[in-house]
């Protein structure tokens, strides 16, 4: 515990409570100052590169040129117009298009309304996809597709994450031993991403023996009751779930075990082991209890990673992800909704890494919040 | 062996260690008794087995294990017979406790230190909580650590008090046998001499047994009643604690006492030529025998155990 150095020394524990407090909020207030810095600088650098530095304004521009030339021509065929009545009917329409934009006012000036927009969470309006209740609003096109990719990543993430620590903590425990063997055998089998495991499945599960769906979320048409949807849309869950969780499943789990067998072989652990601690208690109290930061910081970044979605394991399994729509996004240049998803990614991280500061602190008496500043 | 009064003994306790190079015969056919209420001295250079032989007894082996065989009877059981899960309950920290080599890194970190002294009576007696903390202070009494450390962590005391809770979480179920680790190798000399005299007032209070590892000979002076000398993993002569200091037998012993530097002699500290063995491939024959400058012929033969009183001592000197 840090004190002012020329403080008496018949200081009252209260005193010594309110040096405590302010250490902490000197703490608070320059982490949530430094998280803010990242996050505006992280939401930037997204903005520019989304709009690949404003280069984007002239692909849209000729875009909008050629659409809308197209367009009045299409118009104007079968009615007697002279050109440069027609000439002004393009440059108004493109005038208009370019203004419904924002592409009137320069890049530079827009990349900051943008920013500020992001930082406020007004994620404003897509400017060509659509949500499939008809929205341009870029929350509702997030929010539409977030529960699907919640279902798919938290499950599939969930179960990896769990069972992966659980086994690495048996395995750890039985170096050397067949099943351990095994699962360093099969360690490179992560290194095939979840779709190519995806693919097989779809040939084996759904093509050849016909007993899962090729892919999508629900049937067509969906089942009326409740329960005939959920078991419905556990079915098409399997293959997508099982495929990103075996693409990770032996790596994940070999990783873990070298994690626990390091701490494993602590003098502490021997010690225990010594005086008669039953494996169970050893394993939670002298393996997991210190190692216990390092996996919750795990498991906080996989919890927000769930946002991210799975790109071309959605595709492949056709699953109405976020992956896919910030796919799609990027394809657009719907610079809007990318910088939307990238931005309540920011504030996630920036909470659990503020978040994970007091955890640390909660968990390991050898971290004090703020510590270490004498 | 019912009919005898040892302690503990071992009978031929072997432990070998697979390497990429070979075996290492790190504890090579030891022999030895203890009675109870002594304590005994095990010396030895750096890397002749003697931590090792501690690990065997205790059974706290690494991966890498060969061989482990032999007889050890503790208290007339045999312990080496037991399944694991026996050998926990029955013997681990009920018949024999253990004193670490570094108390540093032996007290879990996120543990309190009074937690981790009274587990032990929690796991092997049943005991309830309060009443297990109410024998951890009783033992931070007896050690000499401020009753109120009981809810401080491993990182907030000093070595001299690690250690010496160490000592109190080894104490607190009054097994009949203490193994000590090097248990001062990592102190200041007084605070060496204060753990020195706390464990012979342990020993007289609690009638606790020793076995206590180190190559400090001149600290451990101060609490044996006989002496183990180890080389190259094998015990080359038991003694009398009176006899030893005074004249060891064993041409090994004899300069491992040489060497200990005296205050007022004009004798200058010896010294003992080369290295020991390595023990991949120990020399047959008698182990010492390339540095012993009292060798001869017969030391290429493997030395028998010369058993004289009490003591023994492995060497063809003595035939």
């Given at each position: 515990m840090t004190s002012e150095p020329n403080e008496s020394t018949g200081v009252s524990f209260k005193s010594a409570a309110s040096v405590t407090l302010k250490r902490v909020v000197r703490f608070m207030s320059f982490r949530v100052l430094m998280l803010l810095v990242?996050?505006?600088?992280?939401?930037?650098?997204?903005?520019?590169?989304?709009?690949?530095?404003?280069?984007?304004?002239?692909?849209?521009?000729?875009?909008?040129?050629?659409?809308?030339?197209?367009?009045?021509?299409?118009?104007?065929?079968?009615?007697?117009?002279?050109?440069?009545?027609?000439?002004?009917?393009?440059?108004?329409?493109?005038?208009?298009?370019?203004?419904?934009?924002?592409?009137?006012?320069?890049?530079?000036?827009?990349?900051?309304?943008?920013?500020?927009n992001a930082l406020k969470l007004d994620l404003g309006r897509a400017q060509y996809m659509v949500s499939d209740s008809g929205s341009r609003t870029v929350r509702l096109i997030l929010l539409e597709r977030l529960p699907a990719t919640l279902l798919l990543m938290g499950s599939s993430q969930l179960i990896l994450f769990f069972s992966s620590v659980f086994l690495a903590l048996m395995l750890s425990r039985s170096y050397g031993s067949f099943w351990d063997k095994l699962v360093i055998t099969l360690s490179p089998t992560s290194a095939a991403p979840p779709w190519f495991y995806g693919i097989f499945f779809i040939l084996i599960f759904a093509a050849i023996?016909?007993?899962?769906?090729?892919?999508?979320?629900?049937?067509a048409p969906p089942p009326e009751t409740t329960i005939g949807y959920s078991l419905d849309v556990l079915k098409h869950l399997i293959l997508p779930a099982s495929s990103l969780i075996i693409s990770s499943f032996?790596?994940?789990?070999?990783?873990?075990?070298?994690?626990?067998?390091?701490?494993?072989?602590?003098?502490?652990?021997?010690?225990?082991?010594?005086?008669?601690?039953?494996?169970?208690?050893?394993?939670?109290?002298?393996?997991?209890?210190?190692?216990?930061?390092?996996?919750?910081?795990?498991?906080?970044?996989?919890?927000?990673?769930?946002w991210t979605g799975a790109t071309i394991t959605e595709t492949v399994f056709l699953w109405p992800g976020l992956g896919r729509t910030i796919y799609r996004a990027i394809g657009y240049y719907d610079t809007a909704v990318i910088v939307g998803s990238t931005i309540i990614f920011a504030y996630l991280l920036a909470f659990t890494v503020f978040l994970l500061d007091f955890i640390y602190a909660l968990v390991d008496p050898r971290v004090k919040v703020g510590g270490g500043n004498n | 062996m019912a009919e005898n009064n040892y302690l503990l003994d071992?009978?031929?306790?072997?432990?070998?260690?697979?390497?990429?190079?070979?075996?290492?015969?790190?504890?090579?056919?030891?022999?030895?008794?203890?009675?109870?209420?002594?304590?005994?001295?095990?010396?030895?250079?750096?890397?002749?087995?003697?931590?090792?032989?501690?690990?065997?007894v205790l059974r706290l082996l690494p991966r890498n294990v060969e061989q482990y065989s032999g007889k050890v009877y503790l208290d007339d059981i045999e312990t080496m017979a037991l399944e694991d899960e026996d050998y926990r309950k029955r013997i681990r920290w009920v018949k024999m406790s253990l004193v670490p080599q570094a108390a540093m890194n032996s007290l879990n970190p996120v543990l309190r230190v009074g937690d981790q002294v009274a587990e032990p009576m929690m796991v092997h007696y049943g005991v309830k909580k309060e009443e297990a903390m109410q024998q951890a202070i009783k033992m931070f009494q007896h050690v000499g650590v401020p009753v109120d450390f009981i809810n401080r962590y491993a990182f907030e005391l000093s070595g001299g008090m690690r250690q010496r809770v160490a000592l109190a979480m080894s104490l607190v179920t009054a097994p009949a046998?203490?193994?000590?680790?090097?248990?001062?190798?990592?102190?200041?000399?007084?605070?060496?001499?204060?753990?020195?005299?706390?464990?012979?007032?342990?020993?007289?209070?609690?009638?606790?047994?020793?076995?206590?590892?180190?190559?400090?000979?001149?600290?451990?002076?101060?609490?044996?009643?006989?002496?183990?000398?180890?080389?190259?993993?094998?015990?080359?002569?038991?003694?009398?604690?009176?006899?030893?200091?005074?004249?060891?037998?064993?041409?090994?012993?004899?300069?491992?006492?040489?060497?200990?530097?005296?205050?007022?002699?004009?004798?200058?500290?010896?010294?003992?030529?080369?290295?020991?063995?390595?023990?991949?491939?120990?020399?047959?024959?008698?182990?010492?025998?390339?540095?012993c400058p009292r060798?001869?012929?017969?030391?290429?033969?493997?030395?028998?155990?010369?058993?004289?009183?009490?003591?023994?001592v492995k060497c063809w000197l003595y035939v």
């Open positions: 990242t996050i505006v600088i992280g939401v930037y650098t997204t903005i520019l590169i989304a709009n690949m530095g404003g280069y984007v304004d002239t692909i849209m521009r000729n875009n909008i040129r050629e659409t809308t030339i197209m367009k009045v021509a299409a118009m104007t065929a079968n009615k007697p117009i002279a050109p440069e009545a027609r000439q002004k009917m393009v440059g108004d329409l493109i005038r208009l298009e370019e203004k419904r934009l924002g592409l009137d006012t320069p890049f530079v000036v827009r990349s900051f309304r943008y920013l500020f023996f016909k007993i899962l769906p090729f892919g999508g979320m629900v049937s032996f790596l994940s789990i070999y990783t873990w075990r070298t994690f626990f067998l390091i701490y494993s072989s602590e003098d502490y652990v021997d010690m225990a082991k010594a005086k008669g601690l039953a494996p169970r208690d050893i394993e939670r109290r002298y393996i997991l209890r210190p190692t216990l930061p390092t996996i919750i910081t795990n498991f906080s970044l996989l919890v927000i990673g769930l | 071992i009978q031929d306790l072997k432990l070998h260690f697979r390497t990429t190079k070979g075996t290492v015969q790190a504890v090579d056919g030891v022999n030895f008794q203890l009675k109870p209420n002594q304590a005994v001295v095990v010396v030895g250079e750096s890397g002749c087995g003697k931590t090792s032989l501690a690990k065997a046998l203490v193994m000590l680790d090097e248990p001062t190798s990592a102190l200041d000399v007084l605070t060496q001499a204060n753990i020195f005299n706390l464990l012979k007032r342990i020993k007289s209070e609690m009638a606790t047994s020793f076995v206590l590892i180190t190559h400090d000979i001149a600290t451990s002076s101060e609490l044996a009643d006989r002496v183990a000398v180890m080389y190259a993993g094998q015990i080359v002569e038991v003694s009398d604690a009176f006899h030893f200091f005074k004249e060891p037998r064993h041409p090994y012993s004899a300069k491992l006492m040489a060497s200990v530097p005296k205050l007022r002699g004009t004798a200058e500290p010896d010294f003992i030529t080369g290295q020991p063995p390595s023990l991949i491939n120990p020399p047959t024959g008698c182990r010492f025998a390339a540095r060798r001869f012929a017969k030391c290429a033969d493997e030395p028998p155990t010369v058993i004289i009183g009490e003591d023994l």
